[in-house]
T-cell receptor, first 114, second 115 residues
Framework: RKEVEQDPGPFNVPEGATVAFNCTYSNSASQSFFWYRQDCRKEPKLLMSVYSSGNEDGRFTAQLNRASQYISLLIRDSKLSDSATYLCVVNNRGGNTGFQKLVFGTGTRLLVSP | GAVVSQHPSRVICKSGTSVKIECRSLDFQATTMFWYRQFPKKSLMLMATSNEGSKATYEQGVEKDKFLINHASLTLSTLTVTSAHPEDSSFYIC???????????FGSGTRLTVV
C-alpha cells in the first residue's frame, strides 16, 4: 500500500465550479500534513498546511481527519489559473534515521476550462 | 526569504558520463538537504537526506555509489549522477530545511536527459 494515496484524475471542471480532492495516508504516526501545487515541469509549491480544526485560505479549504487518516482540499470558484497538479504531502519521521521527511502522493490533476 | 537556487535547470548528457547538480540556499543556512527524483506522471520520490558535514542517508533502493551527495557547507549541496544511463533520465529536485524555520524550500528542479 502506498504511504499517500490520491486519485490521479484528471478532474475537468468549468470556471466557477467547486472541486474537492481527497487523500489518504497509511502512517498513523504522520506528524504534519500539507497540500502542494505543482505546475507542469516545475517544482512543487506549498499551497497550505492542513490541520484537524480545518483551515481556509481564500477559495481553498483544507481538512484533516486523523482518525480516518484522510485529508481533503476544497477549491471554490475555480479559476483557469488553478489548473495544476495538487499533491497531498505528509511529514513522517524516518524509521531508521529519525529524520523528518516529506512523503508525496502522486498528485491529482485539475483542468479548469473556460 | 528562504530561496534555494538549483542548477542546471536542464541538462542533456551522453550515456556513461557524470552530471553534477547543485543546490544553494541563498538567504538561510540549510542544515538538511533532501534530494528527490520524479518520473513523468509519478510522485516525487525521496532519494536521500543529508545533513551538513555528514554522510547522506539513502532511501532503500537508491545506489549511493551512483548518486553521490555532498553537503560540505550550510549553503551548498550537490548531487552527482555517475555513469548516467537513459533510465536515469528524470526530474531531480532538491529541498532544504534550515534552523531558523520549520518549512521546506524547494529548488526549481533539474531535468536530466541521458542519450
Amino acid at each position: 500500500r502506498k504511504e499517500v494515496e490520491q486519485d490521479p484524475g484528471p478532474f475537468n471542471v468549468p470556471e466557477g465550479a467547486t472541486v474537492a480532492f481527497n487523500c489518504t495516508y497509511s502512517n498513523s504516526a504522520s506528524q504534519s500534513f500539507f497540500w502542494y501545487r505543482q505546475d507542469c515541469r516545475k517544482e512543487p509549491k506549498l499551497l497550505m498546511s492542513v490541520y484537524s480544526s480545518g483551515n481556509e485560505d481564500g477559495r481553498f479549504t483544507a481538512q484533516l481527519n486523523r482518525a480516518s487518516q484522510y485529508i481533503s482540499l476544497l477549491i471554490r470558484d475555480s479559476k483557469l489559473s488553478d489548473s495544476a497538479t495538487y499533491l497531498c504531502v505528509v511529514n513522517n519521521r524516518g524509521g531508521n534515521t529519525g529524520f523528518q521527511k516529506l512523503v508525496f502522493g502522486t498528485g491529482t490533476r485539475l483542468l479548469v476550462s473556460p | 526569504g528562504a530561496v534555494v537556487s538549483q542548477h542546471p535547470s536542464r541538462v542533456i548528457c551522453k550515456s556513461g558520463t557524470s552530471v553534477k547538480i547543485e543546490c544553494r540556499s541563498l538567504d538561510f543556512q540549510a542544515t538538511t538537504m533532501f534530494w528527490y527524483r520524479q518520473f513523468p506522471k509519478k510522485s516525487l520520490m525521496l532519494m536521500a537526506t543529508s545533513n551538513e558535514g555528514s554522510k547522506a542517508t539513502y532511501e532503500q533502493g537508491v545506489e549511493k555509489d551512483k548518486f553521490l551527495i555532498n553537503h560540505a557547507s550550510l549553503t551548498l549541496s550537490t548531487l552527482t549522477v555517475t555513469s548516467a544511463h537513459p533510465e536515469d533520465s528524470s526530474f531531480y529536485i532538491c529541498s532544504a530545511r534550515g534552523t531558523a524555520w520549520n518549512g521546506y524550500t524547494f529548488g526549481s528542479g533539474t531535468r536530466l536527459t541521458v542519450v
